[in-house]
């Protein structure tokens, strides 16, 4: 029975890398001179700081250009509030969503028992979901439908067994 993997995973090098990338920029050009911009990272967040709200949506820009060349998803980014920080600055935190959550994987299940293919079968396994099928044609059309649907995280298929 042939089987593949359904993950949604987040390459950390690449982010730490296009942080890094973000803050030699911001210390390098103009428009960021003398606003106290600074981008951290800290294991699955992102902390963006700036002295306005204009100048921490110019900086969530830079971020998500140096993150798409570096082929992260931006679907893998959570945006919270925006908060008023001492000194009148703002701050943003952006949360980094790795794995498939409980409900996620759900509504993944039920797209694929809706696609009809005869034989075709998903599980959840812990943050990943397992599809099977008796022929590899039916597994690499669900993929293509997964490719198509958008459910609002990336998706990578792996693991893919004949």
Do not use: C, W
């Amino acid at each position: 029975m042939a089987s593949f993997d359904v993950v949604s995973e987040v390459d950390m090098q690449e982010v730490r890398n296009a942080v890094d990338q973000v803050a030699r920029e911001v210390s390098t050009r103009y428009d960021f001179k003398g606003t106290a911009t600074t981008v951290e990272l800290e294991g699955h967040t992102i902390t963006l700081r700036s002295a306005s709200e204009d100048r921490l949506a110019a900086l969530r820009t830079v971020l998500e250009e140096k993150l798409v060349k570096r082929k992260v998803s931006l679907k893998a980014l959570d945006y919270a509030k925006v908060e008023e920080a001492s000194g009148g600055s703002a701050r943003q935190v952006v949360t980094l969503s790795a794995g498939i959550s409980s409900d996620k994987a759900r509504e993944l299940n039920k797209f694929i028992k809706g696609l009809g293919r005869k034989g075709v079968q998903s599980a959840t396994q812990g943050d990943q979901l397992r599809v099977s099928a008796k022929k590899r044609d039916d597994l690499q059309a669900v993929i293509a439908e997964l490719k198509a649907g958008d459910f609002g995280l990336p998706l990578q298929f792996s693991n893919f067994r004949d």
